[in-house]
Every structure is written in C-alpha cells, then in structure tokens.
C-alpha cells in the first residue's frame, strides 16, 4: 500500500459542513475524487436528522467521488467506510488495542462507546451519480450527542492528530473502494465487516423509524441488510434503523 494519500485534498479551517460542502460542489459539476476536511463544523450533519458536534482537533471530512455502480448497491457504502474507519483506527491505537468495534450500519465503538460516525449521501449531476462519504472521528474530544456515550482517542492513550488519522483513512477507503469494485466485490467486504462487527446472537433493539424490535443479531444478508431474529420467532430483513445493544448472548467463539 502506498502512503501517499491517493486523493486531492482541500483543507478548510471552518465550514458549515463538509458532507454540505461537498454536495454544494457536486451540484457544481464537481466529481472527485476529492477529499474535504475541516478543522471545525458549524452545522455538522449526523444521520437521521441529528446534530454531529465537530470540535477542533477532531476529524471532519467528506470524500466526494463518482461511484459507477448501480444505486441499489449505494448503501454497501456505508458499511464500507465504517470497515475503513475501523482499519484506520486500529493502526493509530497503541496494542493492545482497546475493543474497537462495528455496529450496523457504520458506528465505530470502543466497548460501548462511540469514536466514528458516517454519513452517506448522494446526488445526481448532469446524470451522473455522486457519492459524498462524510466521516467523523472523536480524536481529542468525546461529545455526547443525545445522551449516546462516546470516547476520543486521547481517553486510550492515543494521541494521533487528525491529520494522521486522515491519511491512514484516506489509504483504507481507496483500498476498499477498489476492492468492493462498485459493488462485485461485496461478498468480501461483507465477511470483513462481520469480523469486525458484534457477534451473531448479541441482543439489539432496533427504532426502524415507525417501529422499535427488539431480537437477535443473525448478521449480514448478502446485500448488506441486517439480519435479525425477533421476539415473535421471524427473521427479519432491515435496511434502515438505529441500533442499540442490549446485550451479548453468546461468546466470541460463535462469532461468523
Ligand atoms: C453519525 O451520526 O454517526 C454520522 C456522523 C457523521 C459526521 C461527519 S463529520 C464530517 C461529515 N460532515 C458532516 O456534516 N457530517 C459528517
């Protein structure tokens, strides 16, 4: 793997947003390759609607590109910049690692805590689709956003910049963005993010926007979507929701 950061990047001290930016640029005609970063949000974006608190001297950054692939395979992007996030993470954490994990679709944890979230979006310009990846890493601060409990780097002896972590980032998204091969190679991908997400058998609850259910983790289908056993004895396919865990039943010897 080569490290020199593969993409142009653009630093800015203060916007609004990058995924706002980099969507501004796209309705531009922008294409990317192009990775957006910035020292401090204003209005930064979390999924479904929420606030993301963006303090200097943590990571804030977009990568704007062209994806080639079918939109049914678009959201296969999410699970893949959170498997990104969680290689990059674990080359700057000093060994032993702390228990750096997934949870579907793209939280990156450790133990229970937040260190990374992602946001997908995309746009179409000129008819042609463009995918904004938008990536936030708590390296020197830890905020809590709607009483979700989160960490920062610095609380487990990490004191990489985001700068460091943004070029370790910046290498495993373009591997794994050539690696998925606009959606080809998912298979791999989806066994990689299995190894690093809960075991099958962990108890989630899941708010799917108009319902909450709560069952077993039975992993990944072959498109991404998450594969759960409910309460009433069905297995059900989601594609959407936010995911807390309750608890793990079973050890990480019956891991997938
Ligand atoms: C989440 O809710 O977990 C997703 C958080 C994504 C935050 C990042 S910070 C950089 C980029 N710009 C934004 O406005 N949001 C994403």
């Known amino acids: 793997m080569s490290s020199k950061p593969p993409h142009r990047m653009l630093h800015l001290a203060e916007i609004d947003s990058t995924n706002a930016d980099a969507m501004r640029r796209a309705g531009s005609g922008e294409c990317g390759p192009l990775w957006i970063v910035a020292e401090r949000q204003t ?4 999924r479904s609607g929420r606030n993301w608190q963006s303090l200097p001297g943590n990571l804030h950054a977009s990568l704007l590109f062209v994806p080639g692939a079918a939109v049914s395979t678009l959201h296969q992007l999410s699970l893949l910049a959170g498997v990104a996030v969680h290689d990059a993470l674990g080359d700057v954490l000093i ?3 702390p228990a750096l994990r997934l949870k579907w679709p793209n939280d990156c944890l450790i133990g229970a805590e937040k260190i990374g979230g992602v946001l997908v979006e995309t746009t179409t310009w000129a008819g042609t689709m463009v995918a904004v990846i938008g990536i936030g890493i708590n390296c020197a601060h830890a905020p809590e956003i709607d009483g979700r409990r989160a960490t920062a780097l610095i609380q487990h002896g990490c004191l990489a910049s ?10 495993h998204m373009d591997r794994r963005l050539c690696n998925w091969q606009a959606g080809a190679g998912f298979a791999q991908l989806r066994d990689d993010w299995l190894a690093r997400g809960g075991p099958v058998g962990e108890r989630l609850a899941i708010n799917a926007g108009t319902e909450r259910i709560e069952g077993f983790f039975a992993g990944l289908d072959r498109q991404g979507a998450l594969l759960l056993h409910d309460d009433h004895g069905a297995l059900r396919r989601l594609t959407y929701g936010d995911v807390t865990i309750l608890e793990t039943r079973l050890s990480g010897a019956d891991r997938p």
Do not use: F, I, K, Q
């Open 162 to 171: 985001p700068r460091e972590v943004l070029h370790r980032l910046a290498l």
């Open 43 to 46: 209005h930064g974006r979390g």
């Open 95 to 97: 060994p032993p690692a």
